[in-house]
């Protein structure tokens, strides 16, 4: 699977941005998928997740609220819906693809990755 994310930019506190992580391969159905972001300096951490038929749905606390994961499988493609921005949601923004029936939390839980993109919130 080959994986590419586009949608990050520049944006101001309060505003709104949706990525997208399309999903090269037939079996893209069978993946789970998530978001995942890395701030300057920072590890890089988990931000949302989906299960392969987008049936169940995890965020981190920092986006619940916030941010919404969906996907559809007939465009091989998942979304992040970013709302009420703030500056601190700043960061290079990845996708994965792991494939479990159950997405996991960690980098170690996913085998594909996107090449990032990156999201800017000015204060």
């Known amino acids: 699977v080959q994986l590419q994310a586009s949608g990050g930019g520049l944006v101001q506190a309060g505003g709104s941005l949706r990525l997208s992580c399309a999903a090269s391969?037939?079996?893209?159905?069978?993946?789970?998928m998530s978001w995942f972001r890395q701030a300057p300096g920072k590890e890089r951490e988990f931000v949302a997740a989906?299960?392969?038929?987008?049936?169940?749905?995890y965020y981190a606390d920092s986006v619940k609220g916030r941010f919404t994961i969906s996907r559809d499988n007939g465009k091989n493609t998942v979304y992040l819906q970013m709302n009420s921005l703030k500056p601190e949601d700043t960061a290079v923004y990845y996708c994965?693809?792991?494939?479990?029936?159950?997405?996991?939390?960690?980098?170690?839980?996913?085998?594909?990755w996107g090449q990032g993109t990156q999201v800017t919130v000015s204060s």
């Open positions: 994965a693809a792991a494939r479990t029936l159950r997405p996991g939390r960690l980098l170690r839980d996913y085998d594909y």
């Open positions: 391969g037939r079996t893209f159905s069978i993946y789970s």
């Open positions: 989906i299960s392969w038929s987008g049936g169940s749905t």
